[in-house]
Nanobody, 115 residues
Framework: QVQLAESGGGLVQPGGSLRLSCAAS????????MGWYRQAPGKERELVATITSGGSTNYADFVKGRFTISRDNVRNTVYLQMSSLKPEDTAVYYC?????????WGQGTQVTVSS
């Protein structure tokens, strides 16, 4: 079992920045895939960014150049640095971890971009 604890969401003005964190705990040997997804009201959950244990990253087009995903393999923590935030980035952001044959989700953290 893997438990995920997210933090870092909140209210920010357009153009501002936030940093999300997601720490994985449990009997973990190595996590290959970690990622962030988001879900806005009335919309489906969508991929934001992913990162492998080797540091390979993948971003959705709508966040390229604004968001940066990183991870600390010792602490089993993944981060999402979000900059130049727009109102359309408002959503609940979820951490996702692929470990073994299972997929785990965090509880979600609300990000609201508004003036």
């Amino acid at each position: 079992q893997v438990q995920l604890a997210e933090s870092g969401g909140g209210l920010v003005q357009p153009g501002g920045s936030l940093r999300l964190s997601c720490a994985a705990s449990g009997r973990i040997f190595r996590i290959n895939y970690m990622g962030w997804y988001r879900q806005a009201p009335g919309k489906e959950r969508e991929l934001v960014a992913t990162i492998t244990s080797g540091g390979s990253t993948n971003y959705a087009d709508f966040v390229k150049g604004r968001f940066t995903i990183s991870r600390d393999n010792v602490r089993n923590t993944v981060y999402l640095q979000m900059s130049s935030l727009k109102p359309e980035d408002t959503a609940v952001y979820y951490c996702n971890v692929e470990y073994g044959l299972d997929s785990y989700w965090g509880q979600g953290t609300q990000v609201t971009v508004s003036s």
